[in-house]
Every structure is written in C-alpha cells, then in structure tokens.
C-alpha cells in the first residue's frame, strides 16, 4: 500500500511529464488549417461588424482582403506597410478597388518619435499577392529598412483613431510599440494579436512582451487553431518546437 507522502512525492516527479503529454493530447485534438492563420480563426469570432483594425507588419493582399471583410463595409481598416515597394503595392490595390475604408500608412511604429531601422522578412509586390514562404529554420531572411516612426499615442491622437483591435507582425520591435501605445492600451484597451516566436527575438524578449502587457492588467492566452488557450499554460519547448506538426506563434491579449 503506498502511504500518502510517497503518493506526494511520486506526483510531484511526474507532474511535468503529465503536464506535457496533456498538453499534447490537447494539440493534437486540433485540425490545422493551413490556408487560414491562427490569428483569423480568432478574429472572425471576437471582432465585431463597424470596428477600427489596426494592423501594423500585414505581408500580403490575402491578409488585407480579410481584414477588411471582418471588419465590414462601415469599419475602418488602418495598415502600417512597412515598407515602399509593399506600400506602393497596397495603396494601388486599394485605389483599384475603391476601398474608401482601408488606410496605407508607409510608416512604423515605436517606443518614441523618429526613425526606426528594422529586420524585415524579403517580400515582393508579387509575393505580396500571396502568402509569403519563410523557412522555419533561418534566422537570416531579412533585409534593414529605415522608416518614419511615430508612436502608436501619437498617431492615435494626430489622426483621431481609436483602435478596437490592434494587431501586431514586427519581430523584435513588439515591446517597442506596445510601450509607444502605453495611453492607449491603458485607456482604450483594444484586443491585441501579437505574432511572438523564440526563433526569432529569443525566449528572453517574449517574456518581456507577456509581462508588460501582464503589468497592463491584460489578460494572454495562446492560439491553436480555433482552441484558445491561457497564456499560463504556454510551454516554448512544446508550442514552438519546429519538429513539431503544429506551431504556435500567435498571442491574445484582452
């Protein structure tokens, strides 16, 4: 018969491995669909009709065509294109379509007014018309840019927007722009998709983001697919294993 303090003992060393394999069995429950990212699972659920989007590194035209379906006809979609060739591309696309409801803004965003020199993932005008391919296993698939870059407060205020939901693609800069929109997170409180990835900016950084938002009394869970899950249980070593058959690298915060 085992006595109570060895049952306590025996869970207590066993405990991550179940953690783990829970966590597994969850994942693997999912039915992953390739052609939809994670993060337009959530938003077609939780944003409503006549809202504000705000979407701050979008890729490419499938990513634009859908934000602005979900937000509808009368909500408003704000892009910052990070960069000119991309720009150029959006702003023609949406002059070709007579969208008087999307905004190309050629700008980015940080922690203080001026000019940020950033990575940016390699993208085409023509890649832009589609989902842009990026090996998993490369670090060094960007190119520098220089760009205008006001605060995410100080656009808000200049150009009289109050965002519903903001979404954020900008790897390395995501704690930049959260704290140049400390005002607005504070005040408005927009729902936030932040795309967050070890691989990219280190364990370290991703801590970093979670926690100042953490701090804001927001509350994070994690994407897989349509499954949203609390941020507590996010485990790097199982949810952004790239020999693993799911990834997740989408974050929610509300």
Not at 127 to 143: F, L, M, Q
Not at 162 to 167: A, G, S
Not at 221 to 245: A, C, E, G, K, M
């Amino acid at each position: 018969m085992i006595s109570l303090s060895s049952q306590s003992i025996f869970s207590e060393m066993f405990a991550p491995a179940l953690k783990f394999i829970e966590q597994v069995k969850l994942s693997f429950k999912v039915s992953r669909n390739k052609g939809i990212s994670d993060s337009f699972n959530y938003i077609q659920k939780h944003v409503a009709k006549k809202q504000t989007v705000l979407s701050i590194g979008i890729g490419h035209d499938q990513h634009l065509f859908l934000l602005r379906k979900i937000a509808g006809k009368f909500g408003k979609v704000i892009v910052f294109a990070t960069g000119g060739e991309i720009f150029s591309h959006f702003l023609e696309l949406v002059d070709k379509i007579k969208w008087s409801n999307v905004v190309i803004e050629p700008i980015g965003t940080s922690e203080t007014p001026g000019e940020i020199i950033f990575n940016s993932f390699t993208t085409s005008p023509n890649e832009a018309k589609g989902a842009t391919v990026i090996d998993i296993n490369s670090r060094n698939a960007y190119n520098k840019k220089e760009l205008n870059s006001p605060t995410l407060d100080s656009y808000c205020l200049v150009q009289q927007v109050l965002p519903d939901f903001v979404e954020i693609k900008m790897p390395g800069f995501e704690l930049k722009i959260l704290e140049g929109a400390t005002g607005l997170l504070k005040n408005k409180k927009p729902i936030l998709v932040i795309e967050c990835e070890e691989r990219l900016i280190g364990r370290s950084k991703v801590l970093e983001v979670f926690q100042f938002l953490t701090d804001l009394k927001y509350k994070g869970y994690f994407i897989l697919d349509t499954i949203r899950i609390p941020l507590q249980n996010f485990d790097f070593d199982v949810y952004q294993n790239p020999r693993s058959n799911f990834y997740c690298n989408t974050f929610i915060f509300e």
